[in-house]
């Protein structure tokens, strides 16, 4: 991966005196696809605004290519944006919104047109030039923002739930253009989106947040094998979370049975929290079988069942291609690197 | 209920529009080329020189021509004053816009009459304002009574605020994420402002121009009271000749009928949306 970019330090924005944004530090690497990933609320478009320049932070350094850029204005960035509700200009057709921002540098008429054409094409709509863009579809309206940003050849472009308004088809095939279009142009793009599954499609890095926090960032597989603590764990994909005791290095007991696992960096008789995802859990036979429990619920999911079912008054969910009888003893088994252990968090509940 | 069953709702409405709007516009229209006794037709001789002669005649070209300039200058200022008002007031983070405004229609509760007969009084020489600051050696006047400006100030003062209302709706539910996109786009403020914020509050600068010209046009009471009737605008040559000349009054009337349809259809033909007042 590049060099870094943009660098966010210690960066903090207070809305009525709450942080909704608390102390983050982040950087992003060029031609990097990072994504800012969280619930609603968490901080992660007030992130975005400030890199835009549209809002100001309270606390902290905004840097890009080594200068500090806290207070210069969205329209001296080097930075486009994606808004979420396109935010196209109604009064003008659409190759006029794609020469928008051209204009504005004065770029010579000929080279407009160029660069126009070839962004219409990049977004697969060169017919659509002299359209006006309040007869778009939503889809072809995404397309035009997507065009009338990148037209501009940022060094940055923020994306702000473009999908969002989408339908479940065309957000996944805009899902792979994206990606697609990242690679090709070679920008670095900064995505937010509230989709765990979006997030682990498209990024090469993933910054999962809460309340204004970074929980964790790092490659969507790291994330999503090695969640750092229940928060991350619950959001991205299904987990079943236990509390554990960390025995000796490569022993975890939970349920009142001792598992093998593979961490090692914690200490001895430490209380941790357990995640397996559901997919990770296999049935076996109830004969021998270290958890045993009973089926309460069974759904089909297309390509899975999602079983249910209660060990010990804890209730865990299974995903497996074989289908149990709601009422069918079953047997669980798990691997020991399927087995994570996560730092048990004061601050939690 | 379906839409037929709501159609017959407006039914009342049609047949009042008919009785009062249709009927006395064919009335005025037949009028126009007769010559006549009151609304009387015994002895009615149809004649053309309302729509020769008469409309033609230099008092009431000058007529005319005064109605235009003070409707004209009185829409030009009235935006030049009224968009920044309704621009600052959209944009501030005052909590209580609804407070300002109230206030600036206010002035409209109190009779127009009123307020501009004040207004003569302001601008004679000898004045109320100028009567108490007198003893303090501060002279305050003017002596504008008569004049042009006078005038235009009644019509500013008295129109302002169908500017300021359009424009201000308009402004305010316009959608700030385009402003913001703009300056994302390499835009300063300034720029925005003239690519995108005035272009798309173009219709309410539009309704609001229209809606201050089409009054200061046909009224009379205006130049009237604050031009001591030194200016003939159309509404006066109606008003005094309405009771021995129906006829030509007819006449006029239907001229200023057919000047504010071709202003509200050429503003149509801009606003296509219809998405404003009109």
């Not at chain 1, 196209?88 to 003008?92: N, S, V």
């Given at each position: 991966m590049g060099r870094k970019l943009i660098d966010l330090k210690g960066i903090t924005k207070l809305y009525d005196g709450e942080a909704v944004v608390d102390n983050i530090d982040l950087y992003v690497n060029e031609n990097e696809f990072i994504t800012l990933l969280g619930?609603?609320?968490?901080g992660k478009t007030t992130t975005l605004r400030m890199i835009g320049g549209f809002e100001k932070p309270d606390a902290g350094d905004i840097i890009l290519n080594g200068v500090k850029v806290n207070d210069i204005p969205p329209y001296e960035r080097p930075i486009n944006t994606v808004f979420q509700r396109y935010a196209?200009?109604?009064?003008?057709n659409v190759f006029d919104n794609i020469a928008f921002g051209l204009r504005n540098q004065k770029v010579p008429k000929e080279e407009i047109e160029e660069r126009v054409t070839a962004a219409l094409k990049l977004v697969s709509m060169p017919q659509y030039a002299y359209r006006k863009v309040t007869l778009l579809s939503g889809g072809q309206m995404q397309r035009i923002a997507i065009a009338r940003a990148i037209v501009n050849r940022p060094k940055i472009l923020l994306l702000d739930e473009p999908l969002a308004a989408l339908d479940l088809k065309l957000r996944q095939n805009m899902q792979y253009e994206l990606k697609e279009m990242q690679r090709k142009l070679g920008i670095t793009f900064i995505y937010v989106t509230h989709d765990q599954e979006e997030a682990l499609t498209m990024s090469d890095t993933i910054v999962v947040m809460n309340k204004g926090k970074i929980q964790q960032i790092g490659t969507p597989t790291g994330i999503y094998n090695e969640p750092k603590n229940r928060f991350v764990a619950t959001f991205i994909g299904e987990s079943n979370i236990l509390t554990g005791t960390y025995?000796?290095?490569?022993v975890v007991s939970f349920m009142g049975v001792e598992f093998a696992c593979v961490d090692t960096h914690f200490e001895p008789g430490e209380t941790v929290d357990v995640v397996i995802r559901p997919e990770d859990l296999d049935l076996i036979d109830p004969e021998g079988a270290r958890l045993t429990g009973i089926v309460t619920s069974s759904v089909f999911k297309g390509v899975h069942f999602e079983l249910c079912a209660v060990v010990q008054d804890k209730e865990f969910i299974i995903h497996t291609y074989e289908n149990r009888a709601v009422g069918t003893k079953v047997g669980l088994k798990v691997d020991a690197y399927e087995i994570h252990l996560m730092k048990v968090e004061q601050s939690e509940h | 209920m379906n839409i037929k069953k709501l159609g017959r709702l407006s039914t009342p409405y049609l047949v009042w529009l008919s009785m009062l709007v249709l009927v006395p516009l064919l009335m005025m229209i037949v009028l126009s080329f007769f010559r006549t006794r009151g609304v009387s037709f015994v002895n009615a001789a149809f004649t053309l020189e309302n729509w020769s002669t008469r409309l033609i005649d230099r008092s009431v070209q000058v007529a005319l021509m005064n109605s235009f300039q003070f409707a004209g200058t009185t829409a030009v200022i009235v935006f030049l004053v009224g968009y920044p008002m309704a621009y600052i007031l959209a944009r501030s983070s005052f909590a209580n816009k609804f407070v300002i405004l109230v206030l600036t229609i206010?002035?409209?509760?109190?009779n127009s009459l009123l307020r501009n007969n004040a207004l003569r009084n302001l601008f004679l020489s000898q004045n109320i304002v100028n009567d108490l600051l007198s003893p303090l050696g501060i002279s305050f006047a003017w002596n504008l009574t008569g004049t042009k400006l006078a005038v235009i100030i009644g019509l500013v003062l008295t129109y302002l605020p169908f500017m300021v209302l359009p424009v201000y709706t308009v402004l305010e539910k316009m959608d700030k994420s385009l402003l913001e996109a703009s300056m994302d786009l390499g835009a300063n403020k300034i720029r925005t402002f003239f690519k995108v914020t005035f272009p798309l509050s173009f219709k309410g600068v539009l309704t609001g121009f229209i809606m201050v010209f089409l009054p200061s046009f046909s009224g009379f009471a205006v130049p009237y009271i604050l031009g001591k009737g030194t200016f003939v605008v159309v509404g006066s040559i109606i008003e005094t000749s309405y009771n021995y000349n129906i006829n030509f009054v007819s006449t006029l009337s239907i001229v200023l009928v057919a000047i504010i349809f071709l202003l509200i259809f050429t503003v149509s033909k801009v606003d296509k949306e219809g998405e404003s007042f009109l």
């Open positions: 619930p609603s609320g968490c196209l200009f109604p009064h003008l025995v000796r290095p490569n | 206010i002035p409209m509760w109190s």
